[in-house]
């Protein structure tokens, strides 16, 4: 069964904090894809990646492809961050297939 | 910046009910996705559609849904014969092929009482 596991579930920061959430596939992937979900519902796509590193502003996003993980971090964090992030994977077709988020919470 | 709109942003309907959500995805794109997100659980894929055919559904997508592209530029979900069970957010997404990325509308809140 293809599963998309992420933690930590729920995760509160002090602003400033560096913050790292973690996503693993259970097997190949396509692609992986970070997203962002505001309060009010709407879906973001933050990056979406096969290989390596991507950067954005303060938002990094990392992919190990042997060990099946992947990493989102944030530097310098502040309270409009918090939201929840999803991670989801393309198993070779388009479909997106999704993780149970993890909700970040900046403390100002 | 080119985005996908969607309306309602929010339906409430009575139990066995048809609802029609329309999206209208991003001009020049040619997948698109009907995803939806039950309160408190993760959001589950229902159906793309491609070239005026859907080419991959879920389980959750029986005999009452259904997608169209009436026109160039809408595509709905209908679900003929709503139940309780049908109240979530749901996400129309498009993306210009296979392995881009997907562009999310705001979402319709279906509330089926």
């Known amino acids: 069964k293809n599963e998309v596991e992420q933690s930590p579930q729920n995760l509160t920061a002090q602003e400033g904090e560096f913050i790292t959430i973690n996503c693993s596939y259970s097997?190949?992937?396509?692609?992986l894809h970070w997203l962002q979900q505001h309060p009010g519902g709407g879906i973001v796509s933050l990056f979406m990646l096969s290989s390596g590193k991507k950067k954005h502003g303060r938002l990094i996003a990392t992919i190990n492809i042997q060990e099946k993980h992947s990493s989102l971090h944030i530097t310098a964090s502040h309270p409009r961050d918090s939201a929840v992030y999803i991670c989801?994977?393309?198993?070779?077709?388009?479909?997106?297939?999704f993780g149970t988020g993890t909700r970040l919470t900046i403390i100002p | 910046e080119p985005e996908v709109t969607q309306t309602p942003s929010h339906q409430v309907t009575q139990m066995g009910q048809e609802v029609i959500l329309r999206c209208v995805p991003i001009?020049?794109?040619?997948?698109f996705y009907w995803y939806r997100q039950i309160l408190g659980q993760k959001v589950e894929f229902l159906v793309s559609?491609?070239?005026?055919?859907?080419?991959?559904k879920s389980e959750i997508f029986d005999d009452q849904f259904s997608v169209e592209r009436p026109d160039g530029s809408n595509f709905t979900l209908k679900i003929r014969s709503t139940k309780l069970e049908d109240s979530a957010m749901y996400f129309c997404a498009s993306s210009s092929g296979v392995g881009y990325e997907q562009f999310f509308g705001p979402g319709t809140r279906l509330t089926v009482l």
């Open positions: 097997v190949g992937i396509s692609a």
């Open positions: 559609f491609y070239n005026n055919e859907i080419s991959e």
């Open positions: 001009s020049n794109h040619l997948y």
């Open positions: 989801a994977v393309t198993f070779g077709n388009e479909k997106l297939t």
